[in-house]
């Protein structure tokens, strides 16, 4: 997987060439934007699951919800975006401790806009812990290409490949690639969108018994408007699974050295019908934010989650809800 380096060389070469003559003839104006976001609140999840290593749990449990992050923008010359941000997620359940994840993302993205097409390079890094242990460490890398048409039609395409790493689970470590596209349609002064999208993703593992194809489809809606004079925005969401799994060994039966789940989980991994193993996963969600002040907001979201497999561990359903108080400056 040596596409995306060099791809990288020749788009920095491209990227620092325009940034040099736009320079010299006098047209860089730098401009900069830092954001930070800080989100605290609480969660109730029906049944607990750690989706990276099939497991889940009959038990329900509310949670203390953290989030926070830093970002910031910067514009060498008109057509040149640099854009960096770090977020870190915490999620503590008040009874089932084994559940607890903590989630760091660091990310890193560098546009071009060329005859009127915007051409990127991005890269993520996601460091997971689960009950403060280290679980999993994913490194993403894409290239995309966006434009946005005069109708207010916006469409992204991208290629991304990726790589997990788990810290005790060497099956399941897995190289990835990924095609994506989007198509978003804004109007009402952009004050409301909806979007549809779809990627078709492969990844090979360590063990075999990991390879999986998988087909995403997912469609959102969003409006913003005023309720009792207080900004109000409301978004629908939808996500569509279907994941093939295309080797007939049989799954581990375990993940650990114990030979036992985390607790209320039964067995990790236990085949319910024959053949190899394929997942499906539709997903809505409901998400409305009001904002009290420019720099002070509430938002509430409510998910469901109907996970069907031929394997007992990732055959679910999972309801959630949140509230978070939201300080953004």
Do not use: C
């Amino acid at each position: 997987m040596n596409t995306l380096p060099r791809i990288a060389l020749t788009f920095f070469a491209a990227l620092s060439s325009v940034a040099a003559f736009a320079q010299g003839d006098g047209t860089s104006d730098k401009k900069a934007d830092f954001n930070v976001k800080l989100q605290a609140g609480s969660a109730y999840d029906s049944t607990l699951s750690v989706a990276s290593l099939d497991q889940t749990s009959n038990q329900g449990d509310w949670a203390n919800v953290f989030y926070g992050r830093v970002a910031g923008e910067l514009y060498p010359t008109e057509r040149i975006t640099l854009k960096g941000s770090y977020s870190l997620s915490s999620r503590r359940y008040h009874e089932v401790s084994e559940f607890d994840q903590d989630l760091g993302i660091a990310s890193l993205d560098a546009a071009i806009d060329l005859a009127g097409i915007t051409w990127g390079l991005s890269r993520h890094i996601a460091d997971a812990k689960l009950a403060s242990e280290p679980l999993l460490d994913l490194t993403k890398d894409s290239f995309y290409a966006a434009k946005l048409f005069s109708s207010g039609v916006y469409v992204r395409g991208a290629y991304t490949e990726s790589e997990k790493r788990f810290e005790n689970n060497r099956d399941r470590n897995a190289d990835g690639e990924e095609l994506a596209g989007d198509v978003y349609y804004f109007f009402n002064d952009a004050r409301t969108f909806w979007s549809l999208g779809v990627s078709r993703q492969e990844e090979e593992a360590y063990s075999p018994a990991f390879d999986n194809t998988a087909l995403k489809l997912r469609a959102r809606y969003s409006h913003t408007g005023s309720i009792a004079g207080q900004e109000s925005r409301i978004q629908l969401g939808w996500r569509y699974q279907d994941r093939d799994y295309g080797n007939e060994q049989s799954l581990p039966v375990t993940d650990n050295e114990t030979g036992e789940g985390l607790p209320g989980t039964g067995d990790p991994m236990s085949p319910t019908g024959t053949g190899t193993r394929h997942d499906r996963s539709h997903v809505v969600e409901a998400i409305w934010t009001l904002s009290f002040l420019e720099w002070l907001a509430l938002e509430t979201k409510v998910e469901h989650g109907n996970y069907r497999s031929n394997f007992d561990a990732a055959d679910y359903r999972e309801t959630g809800v949140s509230a978070l108080l939201s300080v953004e400056f």
